[in-house]
């Protein structure tokens, strides 16, 4: 799901990796966890000019997250079914909006998650997903009515699983709307050109992810992406994970867990490469910008597919709450989480202001870098903005390509409003061990 394998060596220079052995959350330096590329390294550049001991720990897993948080990490950037298991724990420190001192039309400041929802900070996408958690989570207890998620954790990045190939367009799979007809389509078509026929680079490539390749294959015999109760087995799990196997000849996919390697193929020119990807939009979305290494997809020759539903990722940054203790380590905390994820959010400010060849705001410099779907409202008005788009101004000025580009960052609100397709957590470590066994069953068998 990140980009780390094409960006590793332009970051390691610019931040600090400590080892997890090498400090903890109760020393005086701060700790942000998160994903290998998951952040810009000029964003990381200047936060480590404002605060000297900072330092950037890399993980691979929500559930190493959930091992190593209470100890180790003073932020981390969790999906929301781990920001609850956290909160769960009594890990999680309630964040306070007015040290933010984010402005609205009126001249006032916002005070709590709540608040946030109706400042119109957020997209549309986002303040429906909010609101659609906020709803689920306090009948379940996790937080009071007068509270939201919005005080645990601020929104990072959105992703949805999605699909794209290259090639002369093919309309029936262009006009797809979810993952059964996609299936389908790719297993009937296959026999007339030899798109998905493996040669070569030429294969299927899926990022190698059990829970979310069991999130598209669940949706397809149930409602949603998370297991049902009664499938608890290897052999139940299997049973689901056949609705991807069974359209494939073995040699057909290629599995890899670095998103980096997915993009890298998928960016090449058709024919060269992958011929189409199973990954988040976010990461098609690079691979159609040339992934850093090719130039700017042809949009002919790179197509998306849109689905009504499928599998949905919010992350967002949590504060340790073993710091609350410390006013100012919390209000530099405050201050940092402003500076990636909220800054140029207050009325009047331009989030697309430079300065220089970079943006004044971070939360603007951070996206130009990650390019997944952001939850700010200036900045999604920005990249869809049809006279004058962030692709305009970055990437391109064909505007048959900068469509293609909008088409795959935007998410609508009405592909988050069913939360089932939100991944939840599987408390049982026999369940997840189980549907990793039966994924790599499946693996085998392509």
Known sequence: MRKAFLNLLKIIP????????????????????????????EVMQNLRIKHPNISFLPYETNEEIENKFAKYYDFAV???????NLKRNDQLAKIDWTKFNIKKEDGSII??????????????????????LDQKYREEGYYSTNESILDYGIPYFLQSFSF?????????????????TTFDLIDSHDPIDKRFTPSDERR?????????VYGICNSISYDGVNPPEGVETVEDFTDIYSNLGKHFKEGYTYFNTDSGQIISTLAKHYPQGASSAIAYNGDLLYAAEGGGTEGVTDPNEFHFCK???????LDMVVLNKKDQSNSIKFQKMHDIVNQICLSGT???ENIREKDGDEYKYDSMNNFSFVAYTSPLR??????????NSFFEDDVTEDPQTIKLLQDIYNIDSSEVSDINYIEENISSELVKSNMHWAFNIMKGKL
């Open 14 to 41: 610019a931040i600090s990796l400590i080892p997890v052995t090498a400090t903890s959350c109760g020393s005086e330096g701060i700790v942000f966890a998160n994903s290998e590329s998951y952040m810009s390294d």
């Open 78 to 84: 969790p999906s929301t079914y781990e920001l609850l």
């Open 111 to 132: 005070r709590n998650g709540i608040d946030a929802i109706s400042s119109n900070i957020f997209s549309e996408t986002i303040n429906t997903l909010i609101t659609e």
């Open 164 to 180: 794209a190939y290259k090639g002369k367009a093919i309309p029936e799979l262009d006009a797809a709307t979810n993952w059964q």
């Open 204 to 212: 299927i490539a899926v990022v190698s992810d059990a829970r979310s």
């Open 307 to 313: 689905f009504d539903k499928t599998l949905i990722a």
């Open 346 to 348: 207050s009325y009047g």
């Open 378 to 387: 200036k900045v999604c008005d920005y990249v869809m903005d049809k006279n």
